[in-house]
């Protein structure tokens, strides 16, 4: 009979999954969730960069009013994963602020003294907040000055189906 309590003799044990390989993992299979996927969109973008051999970084910015609420901890709780993807979060005030910073990131190649091929970055908030910020994001899209650049725009609307759709009835008194 085999001594179980001798550690020579154990059978080595192989490395399951971990939390961690919803942002380390490059290959295969994981698990995430939208909001894990949506996280790790600036990696991903940050390593096909790389591999094209262009030195990039990354902008998040948005409401953390936003529907995508889930998607500032998130972020938060990545940001050591951020950070070793030379990925920027900063939330934003309003959504306003938020898509005028991320516009500023588009910017960069008109300066001197630059340390990224371009930035992209990525915005979010609510669905009036779209609407109130398109000017923003116009002029941000207009402006590109660099190829290297580029925005991700995501919005949330939260529905209550408990409230009845909202009725307007024409009269003629």
């Known amino acids: 009979m085999q001594n179980l309590s001798d550690p020579a003799r154990a059978l080595p044990v192989e ?3 971990s939390l961690d390989d919803r942002y380390t993992v490059d290959r295969g299979k994981i698990l995430v969730s939208g909001t894990q996927a949506l996280v790790r969109l600036p ?13 990039t970084a990354g902008y998040v910015s948005g409401y953390r009013g936003s529907p995508l609420a889930s998607f500032d901890r998130e972020m938060a709780r990545a940001k050591t994963y951020l950070d070793q993807n030379h990925i920027r979060f900063q939330p934003g005030l309003n959504e306003d602020m938020a898509a005028t910073a991320v516009w500023g990131t588009q910017q960069t190649a008109m300066f001197s003294g630059v340390r990224y091929d371009g930035v992209f970055s990525m915005w979010y908030g609510k669905g009036p907040g779209v609407d109130r910020t398109m000017d923003v994001i116009r002029h ?17 609307t939260i529905m209550v189906p408990s409230h009845p759709p909202c009725r307007i009835r024409a009269s003629t008194t």
């Open 43 to 55: 990696m991903i973008q940050r390593q096909r960069d790389l591999a094209r051999g262009l030195n």
């Open 15 to 17: 490395k399951g999954p």
């Open 140 to 156: 941000a899209n207009a402006s590109a000055p660099t190829r290297m650049a580029g925005c991700c725009c995501s919005s949330g």
